[in-house]
């Protein structure tokens, strides 16, 4: 069974220090999302993809976070400089669902957990 | 902007009874709910869903309801086993978009 592939799944830094995040969503799937989850809260979308083009980034704090998918594929998230507060899980889900269509369910990867220091 | 409020924040159930989750949502316009269950340190799973044009949906242990009058849907599991132990998310999708508000969870303990 095809699944969405998070790297690394755990990430010690620094704060002031700059992470990379990495998705590869299941093959063929034309929306990703990238989320960051507080411990015991539900996950809050920072970023939403449809194939390589931002539709929804209204809650990624961009003085600090950016995100890319550039050939539509696997995407980065990054995060430069860190604080504390930026201490999470952050997962990211993919979907089918292509411009127009209804959408589809979402599929999310095994997130990365962020310790800032 | 949507809001999914979630209850209860915690649930404990003997092993063999059942259990009910509730979620209420703001936006009339939204059409699509599932329902995630997470283990500890992975991500959520989609166990069960439901389109705004069906009112119940049901997957062996697991059903779903959805009251669009009220803007509030349920999870159901019956007969609990200790597996179904986890934290449980509902999840509301609005938007041209399908912008997707979660719950803020429910963490589920099955007692042996």
């Known amino acids: 069974e095809a699944e969405v592939a998070q790297s690394p799944r755990y990430k010690i830094t620094e704060k002031s220090q700059a992470v990379a995040f990495w998705c590869d969503p299941i093959s063929g799937h034309a929306t990703l999302y990238w989320y960051r989850q507080i411990l015991g809260q539900g996950p809050e979308l920072l970023v939403q993809?449809?194939?390589?083009?931002?539709?929804?980034d209204s809650q990624l704090p961009k003085d600090r976070f950016s995100a890319e998918r550039l050939k539509g594929v696997d995407s980065t998230l990054k995060i430069q400089p860190a604080e504390l507060g930026d201490s999470a899980m952050y997962l990211c889900?993919?979907?089918?669902?292509?411009?127009?269509?209804?959408?589809?369910?979402?599929?999310f990867g095994p997130g990365t957990r962020l310790l800032v220091l | 902007g949507e809001n999914v409020e979630q209850h209860p924040s915690t649930l404990s159930v003997q092993e063999g009874d059942s259990a009910v989750i509730k979620c209420t949502y703001s936006?009339?316009?939204?059409?699509?709910f599932p329902w995630y269950k997470q283990e500890l340190g992975k991500g959520p799973q989609l166990i069960i869903d439901i389109r705004s044009n069906v009112g119940e949906k049901k997957d062996q242990r697991i059903a779903v309801t959805l009251n669009k009058t009220a803007k509030h849907f349920s999870l159901h599991i019956t007969e609990t086993q200790p597996e179904d132990s986890a934290v449980y998310f509902c999840?509301?999708?609005?938007?041209?978009?399908?912008?997707?508000?979660f719950g803020t969870g429910t963490k589920l303990q099955v007692i042996p």
């Open positions: 936006d009339s316009a939204s059409n699509y």
């Open positions: 999840a509301a999708y609005s938007g041209g978009y399908q912008k997707v508000t």
């Open positions: 889900a993919s979907s089918l669902a292509a411009r127009g269509h209804i959408k589809e369910t979402q599929y």
């Open positions: 993809f449809q194939d390589e083009s931002v539709v929804d």
